[in-house]
Every structure is written in C-alpha cells, then in structure tokens.
C-alpha cells in the first residue's frame, strides 16, 4: 500500500522540497518527470499545480497534498468536493511567512478603497473568492480571469487586479499600489475524506504531518549547551529563553553543570557574548532539524 500525496508544483515546488529534507524525506525531482522520486518505500509522489491540488484531492485522486489555503478557499467557494485540512505549514517560496492576496491599483490611480471601483474590471487568478470578497462588500464589480502576467493589466486591460504577494516587491516594480488585502494565506496539507477514513493512510498522513510541523517549529532556531558554575547559575538562566525551561544536568565536578536550551538564531550574535561574560564556558551553538511541539 502506498500513499497517493502531491508536491505542489511551480513557485512552491523548491520550496516544498527543501522542507521534506528537512523532515527527513529526500524528494528527487526530474524537469521530465511529474513523479518525483521518495526515499519512502510507502509514498508516491506526483507534482500538481497548487491550484488544482484541493480538487485532485477531493476527487481521490490523491490521498493527501500540499497547496494553500488560497486555493482551497477558491475550491470551496466554487462548489466542489471537499478536503479535510491536517496541519497548517508556514512557509512561501522566499520565506517562511505567509503570503496575501491583495487588491492594487495602479500608483497614479484615484482608486483609495473598495467602493471606487464600483463598475469596473478586476483581473485575477482568484476569481470565486474575489467575487466573493466584492459581494460582501456590497460593491459591484466584473472580475475576470487572468492567465499570468497579471500586474502588467493595469490600467489598459483592467482597472485594478487581485494578486498574490509575499514581499510586494513585484507590485512596486510594476508602479501598483496596495488597497486592501482580500485574503491572508499559508500552506496546508490536506487530505482526501477517504483518506482520513483509512486506518493506515490516516496513521501516515499524521506521522507526516507531525515531521512536516517539527521542521518547520526548527526553523530560525538553534540549540545552545554551554558548562556554568553552580554559583553563576541564576545569571546564566535569567539571560536565556527558552521553549520552556533550560535542561540543566550535574558534571563530574559538584560545583559545575550543563545548560541546555533552544532560542531563535537571531538572538545569538548578542546572546553569546553575554553568556561568556556571566561566566558561561564550553559554549556550542549547533543547529536543528525538527522540534515536536
């Protein structure tokens, strides 16, 4: 038995794999081929869109995959089947962050919120959850798809468009402007109803989301031991965070022991210094690959 599971191919697609090596799986994947290699005897993988991974998966065609909430929404607010959301995995294709849909318009335009677009044309790819956003709002608009290139329509092909960001760097290289976010969204793996109704496709599904989460939870983070006197002990702990507290063990020697902790690596260029000077000893900073909340 096997279990049926998607890697979104396109912008996430690296991004997702590097992940997987981080949990512990290493995914070989071939620009020929949209059946990466796994080095799991149980999984077979099979590169898919983001945006058609919630309807693969609905349909069974697919026991599990990873896409974004985006997409999902744009499923759900089409009418079609359902997925059932395992674990929410932060990440992008530049960051681990999430990302937004935004609705921008051109920087000379006299567009300042919603309503000021009433009657016009709103291009994008998210076209069910845009018409939704603009429903809500009361404001009537025409949106239609747009194929790619989609910051390049305004002002000559729509008069304000839908589209995603991570950084806005692209929306300011082509002289857009933000109006309002339509939507924030992250990754998720999902998996198919039948899926989760299977014994053994739940159980491996669960494990993989467990690592997939692990990974994540030990990004921008590493772990800390140094040795510290007993006497200089209080110090040291109230200079270091922690997920909870400090492991501390004894050594050889009575008056000495060992400190052990987790803290975000942008804090250790000033945190080491400070331990040093409090009397830590034998500092290592080493890093890690997963943490199990």
């Known amino acids: 038995m096997k279990l049926k599971l998607g890697i979104p191919k396109g912008s996430l697609q690296e991004a997702t794999i590097q992940l ?64 059932v959301p395992v674990v929410d995995l932060v990440y992008a294709k530049q960051s681990f962050g999430r990302v937004r849909w935004v609705l921008a318009v051109p920087e000379d335009s006299a567009v300042q919120r919603p309503a000021d677009l009433e009657g016009r044309t709103i291009a994008t790819e998210l076209v069910r959850v845009t018409e939704a956003y603009f429903r809500r709002l009361g404001v009537g608009v025409q949106v239609e798809f747009s194929w790619g290139a989609t910051e390049v329509k305004p002002p000559v092909l729509a008069d304000a468009i839908v589209e995603v960001t991570e950084t806005g760097a692209s929306l300011r290289a082509n002289r857009l402007r933000i109006v309002d976010t339509v939507l924030e969204s992250n990754t998720q793996l999902i998996a198919s109803p039948a899926a989760i109704e299977d014994p053994w496709r739940r159980t491996k599904i669960d494990n993989l989301a467990l690592l997939l989460r692990a990974a994540i939870e030990a990004q921008s983070r590493v772990g800390i031991m140094l040795n510290v006197r007993r006497d200089d002990l209080a110090g040291i702990l109230a200079l270091l965070p922690a997920l909870q507290r400090p492991t501390i063990s004894s050594l050889s020697d009575d008056t000495w022991v060992a400190v052990n902790t987790i803290i975000d690596e942008r804090t250790v260029r000033e945190l080491i210094p400070k331990l040093k000077a409090a009397g830590g000893q034998g500092i290592v900073e080493y890093p890690l690959n997963k943490i199990v909340m």
Do not use: K
Request: net charge negative; with cysteine.
């Open 20 to 83: 997987f090596a981080r949990a512990g799986f290493d995914i070989y994947a071939s620009t020929r081929s949209y059946f990466p290699a796994i080095d799991d005897p149980e999984i077979e993988c099979m590169l898919i869109r983001a945006q058609e991974m919630p309807r693969y998966v609905a349909d069974g065609v697919l026991d599990a995959g990873l896409t974004g909430q985006d997409w999902i929404a744009e499923q759900q607010a089409n009418g079609r089947g359902h997925v």
